[in-house]
């Protein structure tokens, strides 16, 4: 699950903890950069509080839908079985992943952000090219 900060839809940015960063109407490393200090300023907050029942809902969804989608193909349902006996779960859990998600609560959920997420561990990692201000050079 991701940070859900009300300012990602706002500003035009989707922005998810370990994806890619994509701009819309703002391709700029130093605009995605401040966007991204907000978001880091946010996760301590969004840690304590945890996800709502819609940002649950959606993840849902998204994830239940995606995986079904996956079957559909070849390849897609090869991966599963694969995926399935690699973790040395029965071949069942393939028809049953769909419905073990969706049984997935928002307690359930903030009870393991706050297990496995430290915020004070948080490490952000870089790439490019900054002057000694930490703005992209041109």
Same mark, same amino acid.
């Given at each position: 699950?991701?940070?859900?900060?009300?300012?990602?839809?706002?500003?035009?940015?989707?922005?998810?903890?370990?994806?890619?960063?994509? $701009?819309?109407?703002?391709?700029?490393?130093?605009?995605?950069?401040?966007?991204?200090?907000?978001?880091?300023?946010?996760?301590?907050?969004?840690?304590?509080?945890?996800?709502?029942?819609?940002?649950?809902?959606?993840? +849902?969804?998204?994830?239940?839908?995606?995986?079904?989608?996956?079957?559909?193909?070849?390849?897609?349902?090869?991966?599963?079985?694969?995926?399935?006996?690699?973790?040395?779960?029965?071949?069942?859990?393939?028809?049953?992943? =769909?419905?073990?998600? +969706?049984?997935?609560?928002?307690?359930?959920?903030?009870?393991? &952000?706050?297990?496995?997420?430290?915020? +004070?561990?948080?490490?952000?990692?870089?790439?490019?090219? &900054?002057? $000694?201000?930490?703005? =992209?050079?041109?």
């Amino acid at each position: 699950f991701r940070c859900s900060c009300s300012h990602h839809r706002v500003e035009g940015v989707l922005r998810m903890l370990g994806e890619t960063a994509l $701009a819309s109407a703002h391709d700029d490393a130093w605009y995605l950069r401040n966007q991204l200090l907000e978001e880091i300023a946010d996760f301590p907050d969004w840690v304590a509080r945890g996800i709502t029942e819609r940002e649950l809902r959606i993840r +849902k969804e998204s994830l239940a839908g995606s995986y079904e989608v996956g079957l559909s193909t070849t390849s897609g349902f090869a991966g599963a079985i694969l995926s399935t006996l690699e973790q040395e779960y029965p071949l069942s859990r393939i028809d049953e992943f =769909p419905e073990m998600v +969706k049984k997935i609560t928002r307690t359930e959920v903030n009870k393991a &952000i706050k297990k496995y997420i430290d915020p +004070k561990k948080l490490l952000l990692v870089t790439a490019g090219s &900054i002057d $000694a201000m930490g703005k =992209p050079l041109s």
